[in-house]
């Protein structure tokens, strides 16, 4: 097995089917703001929840007050959506990737399942494995 599929299977991260249909109807509603929430994972390392947390919502421009967030283990990233066509990280978002977790979400407009992109913490894409 080559080098690269080990490493990739190791890093493959789960999660709920739920977490991501959330994910859509809350985008929808925020719309045409940003919405923004963080990424919670259980015993089992599958992102589970969402953990919202007091946040800024506005058109082009979201931010999360990060003197607010409890120091909690089980945050493994961000999720936030884009009101464009345009699911990739800006740079103020790369910037957010790098200090806050290793998984983190992107879903445009129209904000169905398959606008969702999943990036690490340098704003590479990577693969979630869905699970139920
Ligand atoms: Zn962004």
Known sequence: MPKEWLTELLYMHKIKKIVLQSICIAAQRVYPNEFISMLGKNEKEEVFELVMLPAVYGRNFSSIRTDLIPFDKNIVGTIHSHPSKNNNPSSADLN????????????????????????????????????K
Do not use: T, Y
């Open 96 to 131: 957010v990737f790098s200090r806050l977790g290793k998984i983190h979400l992107i879903i445009c407009w129209p904000f169905n399942l398959e606008d969702i992109k999943a990036f690490n913490e340098q704003g590479k894409k990577i693969e979630l494995e869905v699970v």
